[in-house]
C-alpha cells in the first residue's frame, strides 16, 4: 500500500503535466470558450492587440512602422496609400509637377483639427519645418523633406515645393510627413505630443491616453472629412508576446490582433469564431552576400577550416548556386506555413517597377553542385549563416532550413542567430559572409530599394547606404541612377524594370519571399489586409456594414 | 531493517563506502530515483548509438518531414515515435541529443558556481571586516546583474555556443550561493565546536574545509538541487529569449522553447516530450540528492 | 546599529558607480544603439545626426563621465527611444512590478511554509511525498511555458480570467495599486501564480529540510520531553529554527522577483519595469538599462539590510556589523 502511495506521489508530476495537456489539447481541437469574443461590451468600442511598442505619440519623433501606423489614426498627411499600396489623395486633393524641379500641392477645403481650427496650407509648412527640428529624435522624418529647398504658400489650399534635383518621389514621401495644427504645435515638444496636449490632428481619431509601453487609447472623432467611423473607442494594447497576442484574442480580451503567427493559423482558419485576413506586404526577405573583398571572408572557409584563396561570392557562379540551391517552395508552405510569397526580386509583383519577367529562381540542387564544381569548389566549403532571431517573421527558423539545403549540396553549414541588437550592428559592421535580412520598401516602389540595397555603396551621393553585401556593378549604378530621375511614370517604371532584370541576373543578392502580413478578428468584424503591414482602424468594419469612407 | 541485517552479519567489511551505500539504499525511493538517473545517464552518453537519426546533421533533416505527429512515417519511410520538430527533426534523437546537453549545461554551471559560491561565502563569513564587505557588494552587484544582459553581452562579445552558456549560468547563479552559504556560516561560526576549534589552534584551510564546510553543506545542497533544475530551465529560457545555443543543435531547453510557438496550435509533441525528459530528469536528480543530503548531513545522524 | 547603516551606505555609494560603470561598458560591447533606432534607409547624414542627438558621438569615458555628472544631481538622461525621462519612466512602471512582486511572494510564503512544515513533519508520508513531488514541478518546467498553461486553462480553455494586462486601478497613497479592486485581483492572479511557483517549490523544499534537522535538535527534543504542546514545539521551535535560511530566501528571490519578472511579465503583458527591461535591453536604450539597475542594485541593497537586521533579531547570535565579531 505504502509503495503504492510512493508510486503515485512520484508519479503525480508526470500525471500533473499531461492533465494540463489534455485539457489545453482538447482547448485546441475543441471549439474556444470565447462567446465574449463575439460580443465586446459595447459594441462600438473595440480592443486590438499591436505587435510592438510605440514609442510616442509626436508623429515627428520617430519613423517607426508602428508609431507611423497609430498616429495615423490621429494625423493626416498630404498623400496616402490605399489598402493595395496605390498613392491616393488625403489632405491634399490633387498635386502634379509644374517643371522638374517643383510640385504644386492642391489641399483640401473645410477639414478642422480636432480643436475645430481649420486645416490649412500654414500648417503644412509648418509641419515640414518641424520635422528635421525635433530634439532627440532617434531616427527622423527629415529624410522625406531634406530634398524641398523651398515652400511657398500659394494662398490657403496651394502650397508649392522646390527641389534641388528631380524628385519624382515627392509625393510619396509627402504620405509619410503627417500634418500638425500650427496653432497648437508652434511650442510644443514631444512631451506635449505624448501627453495629448499637442496631439490634435485631422484624423479620424482623437487622442485619449497613450503609457508608454503599455496602451494607447482614441476616441471617434464624428466630424470626420471622410465621415464617421463605426467605433467610438479603441484601445491599442501592446501584447508584443505572439503567443500571448493570440490568447488575448482566444479568450477575447481583444477583438483583433496584428501579426497572427504563422503556427496558429491553420487552428485559426477553422475557428468559426474568427476570421482572418491576409495580403502580400511590401517588405522582401532575402541574403546579403559578402563580396566587399577579394580575400575570402572570416566565415567562408575550406572543410578542413583552412582559409579559402579568394572570396567565393565573387563569383557569380557561386552566387547562383546558393540560390539554386535553396527551396523556396518549401520554405513558404512549410516554414511560413504558405503565409509568404516565393521571391524574384525586392518587391512584389503588383508593385510600382518590378519585372514580370522575373521569376523565383527554381529549386535545382544537382545544378547548384554542378555550378559549384565549375567554380572551383567540387567539395563545396565551410560557411556560417547569420540571421537575427527577434526580427522578422520566423527568421530563425528560416536560416535554419537554408542550411539544411545547403548541407544537401555537400556544404559543411554552421547557423548562428542573435537578437537583433547584437545582429544589426555587426552586419553593418560587414562581419558576416551570409546575412539572412529583410527590406520593407515604403514607397511602394522598387527603385527605392534597390537604391539602398544593390546600388554601389556611396555615403556621398547617399546610394546603397544599406548595401551591406558591398555588391557593386557600375552598369546597374548607372541605369539606376538615371531611372530614380525620370519623372514620366511610364518611363521610369520601365527602366527600373530593365535595372532590376540586370541586378537579378548577376544575383546581387539573394531573393527568398515576400511576407504575407496576417491579421485575425473575431468573426463580427472584418479587416481589410494592407499592404504597408500597418494596422488602422479605419480599415476595419463590422461585418455587413456598407464600407464608409466616401468624401462628403 | 536490511542494513542492520547485513552490518550485523559481516561487521567487518563496514567501509565508510559500504555504509553509505547502504544507508543510501534504505530509501527505496530514492533507488528508483537513482536507476531512473543512472539510464538517463546512459541515454545521454550513447545518444550517438541509440537514436534513430542523428539530430544535428543538417543534411539528414528535412523540411518537408516537419511537424509529423508521433508515428508518423516521413518521406524517407522512417518512423517517428515521438513526432518531428518544426525543422523535420525527430523528436526522440533530439531529445536523447538534448539530454546530453541539458544535463551538461545543469551539472557544470552548477558544479563551478557551487565552487566559487561557496568558497567566497565561507571565506566571507569566516574572516568578516573588509572581506566579507567586499565579497558582499560584489555578490550585490551580481545578483542586480540580469541574467539576459549578462547572457546578451557574452553573446556579442565571445559568440554563441554551449561553453559561452555555461559561462553565463555560472556568472549569473554563483552569488546567490555566496549569500546562502555565508547565512548558514555566520551561524556556525558562533557555534562551540568552531569556539573549540579555535582553542586548538587548527589551521584556518582546516577550520574552513573540515569543521565549517560540512556544517554548511545542508542548506546548499537543498539550494543546488534546485538550482541544477534552474540552471537547465535558465538555459531554455535564454533560449526562448532568443539568447541560447545554436539552434542547430537544441538541448531540452531549446526544444521546449521551439516547440512553445506550437502549444497552442495542438502540435503539443514538439514541447511536450521534452518537457517530459526535462522534468524525469529533474525529478530522478532530486530524489537521489534528497537522499544524499539526508545520509551526508552529520546532524541527521541517528 | 547607527554606525552600521551609516557604513553600509556609503558602501552602497561604491556599488552604485561600480554598477553603473558595469552596464556602461556591458551595453556598449553589445551593440550600437543606432543601427537598431534609425529607420534602415536613412542615409549617413542621418545617422549621424541621431548619434549625435544620442550623445554617441562622443568618447566612451566622456560618455560616461558626463552620465556621472548629471546623475549626481539626479538627472539619469532620456530614453533613446521614448525620449521621456528614464527615472520618470521607470517610477511610472515600479508600482505594477511591486504589486505583481509582492503578490507572488505572498503565495509563496503563504502555501511555501506550511506545505513545507508538513512535508518535514511527515516526511514518509503519502502527502509528505505527494508535496515534495510536486514541488518538483514547480521548479523544472520553464516560467515561459507554464504561464502559457495557465492563460490557455484559465483564460482560453475556462474563460474565467483575462488573459493579459493589468487590471482596474484605485490610488493608494498616492500609488496606483489594482489589488483594491475586483477587476485587478482577476488580473493579478495568474501572473502573480505564474512567478511564485518556483519561490514556491524552493520555499517548500527548504523548509522541510529545516524542519527535518530541527526535529533532531536536542532543545526540540527536549522541548517535547518537557511536554510542551505540538503547536507550540512547531510554532516557536521548530520554526524559529528554520527561518534564517528561509528569510534569506525570501530577501534574495524578493529581490530577483522585482527585478526580473521579465518573462512573466512578457507572457502576460504585465506593464511593469521587467517588460520594459526586456524592451530596453533589445533596444539598446542605454540610459533606461543603466537607470533601471541603478535602482535595482539600491533596492537590492536595502533589502539586504533589511534580511541582515531580521537575522540579528532572529538570532542574537549574529551581530550587526560582524566585522569585529571574528576578533575574539
Given at each position: 500500500m505504502i509503495r503504492l502511495q510512493r508510486l503515485f506521489s512520484a508519479a503525480a508530476p508526470l500525471l500533473a503535466v499531461t492533465l494540463v495537456t489534455l485539457i489545453f489539447s482538447s482547448v485546441t481541437t475543441a471549439q474556444t470558450t470565447a462567446d465574449k469574443a463575439e460580443k465586446p461590451a459595447r459594441a462600438r468600442d473595440i480592443s486590438i492587440g499591436l505587435q510592438a511598442a510605440i514609442t510616442s505619440m509626436d508623429p515627428h519623433y520617430h519613423n517607426i512602422g508602428p508609431n507611423n501606423s497609430i498616429l495615423r489614426h490621429i494625423f493626416e498627411a498630404l498623400t496616402t496609400y490605399d489598402e493595395n499600396g496605390k498613392l491616393t489623395p488625403a489632405l491634399a486633393v490633387s498635386w502634379r509637377p509644374i517643371n522638374d524641379t517643383t510640385w504644386e500641392f492642391k489641399l483640401r477645403k473645410n477639414v478642422r483639427f480636432h480643436d475645430g481650427s481649420p486645416f490649412t496650407a500654414d500648417d503644412v509648412a509648418f509641419s515640414l519645418k518641424r520635422v528635421p527640428n525635433v530634439p532627440n529624435s532617434p531616427s527622423s522624418f527629415a529624410t522625406f523633406t531634406k530634398p524641398i529647398i523651398d515652400v511657398t504658400v500659394v494662398d490657403p489650399y496651394t502650397i508649392v515645393f522646390k527641389t534641388a534635383s528631380p524628385h519624382v518621389l515627392l509625393p510619396s514621401d509627402m504620405s509619410q510627413v503627417l500634418i500638425v495644427a500650427k496653432a497648437v504645435g508652434e511650442k510644443a515638444t514631444t512631451d506635449d505630443y505624448n501627453a495629448g496636449r499637442a496631439a490634435v490632428g485631422t484624423g479620424a481619431y482623437k487622442f485619449v491616453e497613450y503609457t508608454a509601453n503599455q496602451r494607447v487609447v482614441v476616441k471617434a472623432n464624428y466630424g470626420y472629412w471622410r465621415g464617421e467611423e463605426p467605433w467610438d473607442k479603441i484601445t491599442f494594447k501592446m501584447l508584443v508576446n505572439p503567443a500571448a497576442r493570440v490568447a488575448a484574442l482566444l479568450s477575447g480580451d481583444v477583438e483583433m490582433i496584428e501579426t497572427v503567427p504563422t503556427a496558429d493559423i491553420a487552428k485559426l482558419e477553422k475557428d468559426k469564431k474568427f476570421a482572418l485576413s491576409d495580403k502580400v506586404s511590401n517588405r522582401v526577405i532575402y541574403v546579403h552576400l559578402n563580396q566587399h573583398q577579394n580575400k575570402a571572408p572570416v566565415f567562408m572557409i575550406d572543410k578542413s577550416g583552412k582559409p579559402l584563396e579568394k572570396n567565393p561570392l565573387q563569383d557569380v557562379r557561386v552566387r547562383r548556386a546558393l540560390s539554386m540551391a535553396i527551396n523556396r517552395d518549401a520554405i513558404v508552405s512549410r516554414v511560413m506555413e504558405g503565409r509568404a510569397v516565393a521571391a524574384s526580386q525586392l518587391l512584389a509583383d503588383q508593385f510600382f517597377g518590378t519585372s514580370k519577367k522575373l521569376k523565383p529562381t527554381k529549386y535545382d540542387p544537382e545544378g547548384a553542385k554542378k555550378l559549384l564544381a565549375e567554380a572551383g569548389y567540387p567539395n563545396g566549403f565551410?560557411?556560417?549563416?547569420?540571421?537575427?532571431?527577434?526580427?522578422?517573421?520566423?527568421?530563425?527558423?528560416?536560416?535554419?532550413?537554408?542550411?539544411?539545403?545547403?548541407?544537401?549540396?555537400?556544404?559543411?553549414?554552421?547557423?548562428?542567430?542573435?537578437?537583433?541588437?547584437?545582429?544589426?550592428?555587426?552586419?553593418?559592421?560587414?562581419?558576416?559572409?551570409?546575412?539572412?535580412?529583410?527590406?520593407?520598401?515604403?514607397?511602394?516602389?522598387?527603385?527605392?530599394?534597390?537604391?539602398?540595397?544593390?546600388?554601389?555603396?556611396?555615403?556621398?551621393?547617399?546610394?546603397?547606404?544599406?548595401?551591406?553585401?558591398?555588391?557593386?556593378?557600375?552598369?546597374?549604378?548607372?541605369?539606376?541612377?538615371?531611372?530614380?530621375?525620370?519623372?514620366?511614370?511610364?518611363?521610369?517604371?520601365?527602366?527600373?524594370?530593365?535595372?532590376?532584370?540586370?541586378?537579378?541576373?548577376?544575383?546581387?543578392?539573394?531573393?527568398?519571399?515576400?511576407?504575407?502580413?496576417?491579421?485575425?478578428?473575431?468573426?463580427?468584424?472584418?479587416?481589410?489586409?494592407?499592404?504597408?503591414?500597418?494596422?488602422?482602424?479605419?480599415?476595419?468594419?463590422?461585418?455587413?456594414?456598407?464600407?464608409?469612407?466616401?468624401?462628403? | 531493517?536490511?542494513?542492520?541485517?547485513?552490518?550485523?552479519?559481516?561487521?567487518?567489511?563496514?567501509?565508510?563506502?559500504?555504509?553509505?551505500?547502504?544507508?543510501?539504499?534504505?530509501?527505496?525511493?530514492?533507488?528508483?530515483?537513482?536507476?531512473?538517473?543512472?539510464?538517463?545517464?546512459?541515454?545521454?552518453?550513447?545518444?550517438?548509438?541509440?537514436?534513430?537519426?542523428?539530430?544535428?546533421?543538417?543534411?539528414?533533416?528535412?523540411?518537408?518531414?516537419?511537424?509529423?505527429?508521433?508515428?508518423?512515417?516521413?518521406?524517407?519511410?522512417?518512423?517517428?515515435?515521438?513526432?518531428?520538430?518544426?525543422?523535420?527533426?525527430?523528436?526522440?534523437?533530439?531529445?536523447?541529443?538534448?539530454?546530453?546537453?541539458?544535463?551538461?549545461?545543469?551539472?557544470?554551471?552548477?558544479?563551478?558556481?557551487?565552487?566559487?559560491?561557496?568558497?567566497?561565502?565561507?571565506?566571507?563569513?569566516?574572516?568578516?571586516?573588509?572581506?566579507?564587505?567586499?565579497?558582499?557588494?560584489?555578490?550585490?552587484?551580481?545578483?542586480?546583474?540580469?541574467?539576459?544582459?549578462?547572457?546578451?553581452?557574452?553573446?556579442?562579445?565571445?559568440?554563441?555556443?554551449?561553453?559561452?552558456?555555461?559561462?553565463?549560468?555560472?556568472?549569473?547563479q554563483w552569488a546567490y550561493y555566496a549569500r546562502t552559504v555565508r547565512a548558514s556560516a555566520l551561524v556556525e561560526k558562533q557555534k562551540e565546536y568552531m569556539e573549540a576549534a579555535k582553542v586548538l589552534a587548527l589551521s584556518k584551510t582546516r577550520i574552513l574545509f573540515r569543521h565549517l564546510l560540512p556544517n554548511c553543506l545542508p542548506p546548499l545542497i537543498v539550494v543546488a538541487t534546485v538550482q541544477v533544475a534552474h540552471a537547465i530551465a535558465l538555459e531554455s529560457t535564454l533560449s526562448f529569449l532568443g539568447l541560447g545555443l545554436p539552434i542547430t543543435e537544441p538541448s531540452l531547453g531549446l526544444l521546449i522553447s521551439n516547440g512553445f510557438t506550437y502549444l497552442m496550435s495542438g502540435k503539443y509533441w514538439i514541447s511536450f516530450y521534452p518537457g517530459v525528459a526535462l522534468l524525469l530528469t529533474i525529478m530522478s536528480t532530486n530524489l537521489v540528492a534528497d537522499q544524499l543530503r539526508d545520509v551526508l548531513n552529520p546532524r541527521l545522524k541517528k | 546599529m547607527f554606525s552600521y547603516a551609516i557604513r553600509r551606505l556609503f558602501q552602497s555609494g561604491f556599488v552604485l558607480i561600480a554598477m553603473s560603470f558595469l552596464v556602461f561598458v556591458g551595453v556598449y560591447a553589445i551593440g550600437n544603439p543606432v543601427d537598431l533606432l534609425v529607420n534602415p534607409a536613412a542615409d549617413e547624414a542621418e545617422k549621424l545626426r541621431a548619434t549625435i542627438a544620442m550623445g554617441l558621438d562622443k568618447p566612451f569615458y566622456a560618455q560616461y563621465l558626463s552620465f556621472l555628472g548629471a546623475a549626481s544631481?539626479?538627472?539619469?538622461?532620456?530614453?533613446?527611444?521614448?525620449?521621456?525621462?528614464?527615472?520618470?519612466?521607470?517610477?511610472?512602471?515600479?508600482?505594477?512590478?511591486?504589486?505583481?512582486?509582492?503578490?507572488?511572494?505572498?503565495?509563496?510564503?503563504?502555501?511555501?511554509?506550511?506545505?513545507?512544515?508538513?512535508?518535514?513533519?511527515?516526511?514518509?508520508?503519502?502527502?509528505?511525498?505527494?508535496?515534495?513531488?510536486?514541488?518538483?514541478?514547480?521548479?523544472?518546467?520553464?516560467?515561459?511555458?507554464?504561464?502559457?498553461?495557465?492563460?490557455?486553462?484559465?483564460?482560453?480553455?475556462?474563460?474565467?480570467?483575462?488573459?493579459?494586462?493589468?487590471?482596474?486601478?484605485?490610488?493608494?497613497?498616492?500609488?496606483?495599486?489594482?489589488?483594491?479592486t475586483w477587476d485587478g485581483l482577476a488580473h493579478l492572479f495568474m501572473p502573480a501564480l505564474n512567478l511564485a511557483l518556483f519561490k514556491l517549490s524552493l520555499l517548500i523544499r527548504l523548509t522541510r529540510a529545516g524542519t527535518r534537522e530541527a526535529l533532531l535538535q536536542d532543545y526540540v527534543k527536549f522541548a517535547r520531553a518537557k511536554g510542551l504542546s505540538n503547536t507550540r514545539v512547531i510554532g516557536v521551535h521548530v520554526l524559529k529554527n528554520i527561518m534564517i535560511p528561509i528569510v534569506t530566501v525570501i530577501g534574495l528571490e524578493f529581490g530577483s522577483v522585482i527585478a526580473f519578472a521579465i518573462v512573466t511579465e512578457s507572457i502576460f503583458a504585465w506593464p511593469g519595469t521587467g517588460k520594459l527591461l526586456i524592451d530596453s535591453i533589445n533596444q539598446l536604450d542605454r540610459p533606461v538599462i543603466v537607470a533601471y539597475l541603478l535602482v535595482i542594485v539600491a533596492l537590492f541593497i536595502f533589502i539586504n539590510f533589511l534580511v541582515d537586521v531580521v537575522y540579528s533579531l532572529l538570532d542574537p547570535r549574529v551581530r550587526l556589523g560582524a566585522s569585529n565579531a571574528s576578533g575574539h
Open positions: 565551410a560557411m556560417t549563416i547569420h540571421g537575427p532571431n527577434n526580427r522578422y517573421i520566423n527568421d530563425a527558423a528560416i536560416a535554419q532550413t537554408i542550411a539544411q539545403f545547403y548541407a544537401k549540396i555537400g556544404i559543411d553549414v554552421k547557423v548562428e542567430t542573435m537578437p537583433s541588437s547584437v545582429y544589426f550592428t555587426r552586419a553593418s559592421k560587414l562581419e558576416f559572409s551570409y546575412m539572412v535580412l529583410g527590406w520593407g520598401t515604403e514607397s511602394n516602389e522598387q527603385g527605392s530599394a534597390l537604391r539602398s540595397l544593390l546600388a554601389t555603396y556611396d555615403v556621398a551621393k547617399g546610394m546603397g547606404v544599406t548595401n551591406r553585401g558591398r555588391y557593386s556593378n557600375l552598369a546597374f549604378d548607372k541605369a539606376l541612377s538615371e531611372a530614380l530621375v525620370t519623372m514620366d511614370d511610364k518611363k521610369r517604371e520601365g527602366m527600373i524594370q530593365a535595372a532590376a532584370e540586370m541586378v537579378m541576373g548577376d544575383v546581387g543578392l539573394i531573393p527568398l519571399h515576400y511576407e504575407v502580413s496576417t491579421w485575425a478578428t473575431t468573426k463580427a468584424l472584418k479587416y481589410s489586409a494592407r499592404t504597408d503591414q500597418y494596422t488602422l482602424a479605419m480599415s476595419l468594419k463590422p461585418v455587413g456594414a456598407p464600407s464608409s469612407g466616401a468624401v462628403r | 531493517m536490511i542494513t542492520t541485517i547485513a552490518s550485523s552479519v559481516v561487521p567487518e567489511v563496514q567501509t565508510p563506502l559500504r555504509r553509505f551505500v547502504s544507508e543510501f539504499a534504505e530509501s527505496k525511493l530514492a533507488l528508483a530515483g537513482a536507476a531512473l538517473l543512472t539510464f538517463i545517464i546512459l541515454i545521454a552518453i550513447f545518444a550517438p548509438f541509440i537514436s534513430p537519426q542523428n539530430p544535428y546533421d543538417l543534411a539528414k533533416l528535412d523540411i518537408l518531414d516537419s511537424r509529423l505527429a508521433p508515428g508518423e512515417v516521413s518521406s524517407t519511410g522512417a518512423k517517428h515515435l515521438l513526432g518531428t520538430d518544426d525543422q523535420g527533426r525527430d523528436m526522440l534523437s533530439g531529445i536523447f541529443y538534448g539530454l546530453r546537453i541539458s544535463l551538461g549545461v545543469g551539472l557544470a554551471s552548477t558544479v563551478f558556481a557551487v565552487a566559487i559560491g561557496l568558497t567566497l561565502g565561507m571565506i566571507a563569513a569566516y574572516f568578516g571586516g573588509w572581506v566579507d564587505t567586499l565579497i558582499m557588494r560584489i555578490v550585490d552587484i551580481q545578483l542586480s546583474f540580469p541574467a539576459i544582459l549578462i547572457a546578451l553581452i557574452l553573446l556579442a562579445v565571445l559568440g554563441q555556443g554551449v561553453d559561452k552558456i555555461i559561462v553565463a549560468l555560472i556568472t549569473v | 544631481t539626479g538627472d539619469f538622461g532620456r530614453s533613446f527611444v521614448f525620449n521621456i525621462p528614464s527615472l520618470e519612466l521607470i517610477l511610472q512602471k515600479l508600482p505594477a512590478t511591486i504589486e505583481l512582486a509582492l503578490f507572488a511572494m505572498i503565495i509563496a510564503v503563504t502555501l511555501g511554509i506550511p506545505l513545507g512544515l508538513i512535508a518535514g513533519l511527515k516526511p514518509d508520508s503519502f502527502i509528505g511525498r505527494f508535496i515534495m513531488a510536486l514541488s518538483i514541478v514547480g521548479f523544472s518546467l520553464p516560467t515561459f511555458w507554464v504561464g502559457l498553461v495557465l492563460i490557455m486553462v484559465f483564460s482560453v480553455h475556462l474563460g474565467w480570467l483575462p488573459s493579459n494586462g493589468r487590471g482596474e486601478t484605485v490610488m493608494l497613497l498616492g500609488v496606483p495599486v489594482s489589488f483594491l
